[in-house]
């Protein structure tokens, strides 16, 4: 698999669109060229509805996020649909985590509703931003709740943008899970330090370096994600995949 073939796009950022026309959103992201997406809800959309439009436009569901909420007191429901829509993988998007035992409550829902995710044919992540990646009790929160679910199978989704403005390497913090960092989030900084988000490939982080980093620990996938666009969501998006496209070719891979 090349690796734009394992390049998908988080609906999150062009939610306004898919708000109005999911369906005919998905239609324009298969037509700018992404392979898979990653779902942010699913707007009332009937399972065999969906299912049917992925596999007209040969997109693949690389993951759905899904909150805290619906993990604790819809599982079976969130499980029965994105099993009928083929997802690979269910993703907890934000957890509240300001202390250790927070940390431990949300390795304990991970580590409660893995076993049944995994039964159904998918993977279970987290996807971080930079509040777990403050120190508690001397180590990175999202290295302690790793570390209480690993046996369970969860993943971390490493989003880059939110590594890189809590004041660490990405590439470092990718290199920390060889072989569990199954998606990796791809997102763009403007100005050091600011959450300021750019198009992928037009910002100061090194993409290439992250790109190469994840292929290297085993990521499967690179999810696209911009939470904030200066211009319209969808042209934004293209010219992320234009970018990554290019370095692609600069990369031969």
């Known amino acids: 698999m090349s690796f734009l073939e394992k390049v998908s796009l988080q609906l999150y950022t062009v939610r306004d669109e898919a708000e109005k026309d999911f369906l005919g959103t998905l239609e324009k992201v298969a037509a700018m060229g992404y392979k898979g997406v990653e779902f942010a809800g699913f707007f009332n959309t009937e399972a065999s509805d969906l299912k049917a439009a992925l596999e007209r436009l040969s997109l693949t569901p690389v993951a759905s996020h899904t909150s805290v909420?619906?993990?604790r007191e819809d599982l079976d429901n969130v499980i029965a649909y994105n099993k009928a829509i083929g997802t690979k993988y269910i993703v907890c998007p934000f957890a509240k985590i300001e202390t250790l035992e927070d940390i431990?409550?949300?390795?304990?829902?991970?580590?409660?509703?893995?076993p049944k995710i995994s039964k159904a044919g998918m993977g279970i992540g987290y996807h971080n931003h930079s509040?777990?990646?403050k120190i508690?009790?001397?180590?990175?929160g999202l290295d302690i709740l790793m570390n209480l679910t690993k046996e369970a199978g969860v993943f971390p989704q490493i989003d880059v943008f939110w590594v890189e403005f809590a004041g660490l390497n990405p590439i470092e913090y990718i290199s920390k899970y060889p072989k569990r960092c199954d998606v990796i989030h791809l997102k763009d900084m403007k100005v050091k330090?600011?959450?300021a988000f750019a198009e992928v490939g037009s910002g100061i982080l090194d993409m290439k370096g992250i790109?190469?980093?994840g292929l290297e620990?085993?990521?499967l996938y690179f999810t696209v994600e911009q939470d904030q666009t200066d211009m319209p969501t969808l042209e934004s998006s293209k010219i992320s995949f234009q970018n990554l496209k290019a370095i692609a070719q600069q990369m031969g891979i």
């Open 193 to 195: 330090g600011e959450r």
């Open 104 to 114: 431990k409550s949300m390795a304990e829902l991970l580590n409660t509703i893995a």
């Open 136 to 140: 508690y009790d001397g180590e990175y």
């Open 131 to 133: 509040h777990e990646l």
């Open 217 to 219: 620990m085993g990521a």
């Open 69 to 71: 909420q619906l993990l």
């Open 211 to 213: 790109i190469q980093k």
